[in-house]
């Protein structure tokens, strides 16, 4: 898979995760786009050399596919009880939330690797959810059985951590460089070679 693929899969991931927060507010039915966003997600960051550039990255990267996998088990997992038992245990909330912490968690670390070549999108990646998280606390709208995506807060955080994965697909972490600063030192070699033989 080329990174321009790994990219596209992360920014589409962006996308959707955006679609569901902002959609969230219209009907609670949206937040199902975090199921494929996750699933981009997953798939662009194996998929993504630029991420194992630096250590911080390589362990924030394999960290969150961890992380996420283990949070779509326990989707699952919820899935599955509930329409066979009609209710949803108890280790199932517990798994939910261990994993979306080990989430939050994962994303701050990916964020602090992907800062030293872009700050401003390894800022959204980093703190985006963490930020969710704290204004829920601030609003005490934090529920202690299922904190994880419990109060409008997260709203925030995910829309902000969307468009850190965006960035980052858009982007990616390679080094940009003007066309001009590699053409311009040929061009003058040439004319100066040039004018030296007119001598």
Same mark, same amino acid.
Do not use: C
């Given at each position: 898979?080329?990174?321009?693929?790994?990219?596209?899969?992360?920014? +589409?991931? *962006?996308?959707?995760?955006?679609?569901?927060? @902002? *959609?969230?507010?219209?009907?609670?039915?949206?937040?199902?786009?975090?199921?494929?966003?996750? #699933?981009?997600?997953?798939?662009?960051?194996?998929?993504?050399?630029?991420?194992?550039?630096?250590?911080?990255?390589?362990?924030?990267? +394999?960290?969150? @596919?961890?992380? @996420?996998?283990?949070?779509?088990?326990?989707? +699952?997992?919820?899935?599955?009880?509930?329409a066979s038992d009609g209710f949803e245990p108890g280790w199932v909330g517990w798994l939910t939330n261990?994993?979306? #912490?080990?989430?939050?968690?994962?994303?701050?670390?990916?964020? #602090?690797?992907?800062?030293?070549?872009?700050?401003?999108?390894? #800022?959204?990646?980093?703190?985006?959810?963490?930020?969710?998280?704290?204004?829920?606390?601030?609003?005490?709208?934090?529920?202690?059985?299922?904190?994880?995506?419990?109060?409008?807060?997260?709203?925030?955080?995910?829309?902000?951590?969307?468009?850190?994965?965006?960035?980052?697909?858009?982007?990616?972490?390679?080094?940009?460089?003007?066309?001009?600063a590699t053409t311009a030192p040929r061009r003058r070699r040439y004319r100066s070679g040039a004018y030296?033989?007119?001598?």
């Amino acid at each position: 898979m080329t990174p321009y693929t790994s990219r596209r899969l992360i920014t +589409a991931s *962006g996308w959707l995760a955006l679609a569901a927060s @902002v *959609g969230s507010a219209v009907a609670d039915e949206a937040w199902w786009g975090l199921l494929p966003a996750a #699933i981009l997600l997953t798939a662009g960051l194996i998929a993504s050399r630029e991420l194992g550039t630096t250590l911080v990255a390589r362990v924030g990267k +394999a960290s969150l @596919v961890a992380a @996420v996998l283990l949070l779509l088990a326990a989707t +699952a997992a919820g899935l599955v009880t509930t329409a066979s038992d009609g209710f949803e245990p108890g280790w199932v909330g517990w798994l939910t939330n261990a994993s979306g #912490i080990t989430v939050v968690i994962a994303a701050a670390v990916l964020g #602090i690797g992907v800062m030293g070549r872009r700050p401003g999108t390894g #800022i959204l990646v980093a703190a985006g959810l963490p930020v969710g998280l704290a204004l829920d606390w601030v609003m005490g709208q934090v529920l202690v059985a299922g904190f994880f995506l419990s109060g409008a807060g997260f709203y925030i955080g995910m829309i902000l951590f969307a468009i850190g994965l965006v960035r980052l697909g858009r982007h990616g972490l390679a080094a940009t460089t003007s066309p001009t600063a590699t053409t311009a030192p040929r061009r003058r070699r040439y004319r100066s070679g040039a004018y030296a033989g007119t001598l």
